[in-house]
């Protein structure tokens, strides 16, 4: 299956630890990326092979892989990280295939 | 600076057409693939299509196949995208995307800022 699951919301309070997951039957064998949408704006990267982080990004942002299910992680959360985060995987091998999780909206508190 | 700017967006009834454009500029086109995603109204993320750097393979979503084309002109630095038997579920902001790997499809490194299309009679 191409479906990637995540909650749809998740609050946290300045400063805590935010954790978002992403769980999919082909996530052991593909890698997952992360997204930040505010709105009306484009979506941006800040999470590429599972636990990447590009640059420019902030340090508080990371990821991490476990069997079926994904995570991105904010530490420190500061009230600018108030978004939707969105997981994606994908695979060119065999079938062509590009999905997105279903998304995730970041309250902070 | 990568720069895409999508165009042609608008209204247009259902059964209509429209194509989309996406200049791209700030970097060598002709060596990326190129997607095209779309956002319905307060809703998630959708990959729609993607084509690879020389135009040689297209990929689609099960929901536009058949309908959407997706095409490059690589001497414009321009990406197309070709939308035909539209329907009320194809409203959506519709973006393109660069793929941020040489031939590695994901992940999209930029984004257009997009361009809303609603279908509606």
């Known amino acids: 299956s191409y479906e990637l699951t995540q909650p749809p919301s998740v609050s946290v309070s300045p400063g805590q630890t935010a954790r978002i997951t992403c769980s999919g039957d082909a996530l052991p064998k593909q890698y997952a990326y992360w997204y930040q949408q505010k709105p009306g704006q484009a979506p941006v990267l800040v999470i590429y092979?599972?636990?990447e982080r590009p640059s420019g990004i902030p340090e508080r942002f990371s990821g991490s892989s476990s069997g079926t299910t994904v995570t991105l992680t904010i530490s420190g959360v500061q009230a600018e990280d108030e978004a939707d985060y969105y997981c994606?995987?994908?695979?060119?091998?065999?079938?062509?295939?590009?999905?997105f999780g279903g998304g995730t909206k970041l309250t902070v508190l | 600076q990568v720069q895409l700017v999508e165009s042609g967006g608008g209204v247009v009834q259902p059964g209509g057409s429209l194509r989309l454009s996406c200049a791209a500029s700030?970097?060598?086109?002709?060596?990326?693939?190129m997607h095209w995603v779309r956002q319905a109204p307060g809703k998630g993320l959708e990959w729609v299509a993607f084509i690879r750097y020389d135009g040689s393979n297209k990929y689609y979503a099960d929901s536009v196949k058949g309908r959407f084309t997706i095409s490059r002109d690589n001497s414009k630095n321009t990406l197309y995208l070709q939308m035909n038997s539209l329907r009320a579920e194809d409203t959506a902001v519709y973006y393109c995307?660069?793929?941020?790997?040489?031939?590695?499809?994901?992940?999209?490194?930029?984004w257009g800022q997009g361009t809303l299309v609603t279908v509606s009679s």
């Open positions: 700030g970097f060598t086109f002709s060596s990326y693939g």
């Open positions: 092979k599972d636990s």
């Open positions: 994606q995987s994908a695979d060119s091998s065999g079938t062509f295939h590009v999905v």
């Open positions: 995307a660069k793929e941020g790997v040489v031939q590695g499809v994901v992940p999209f490194d930029y």
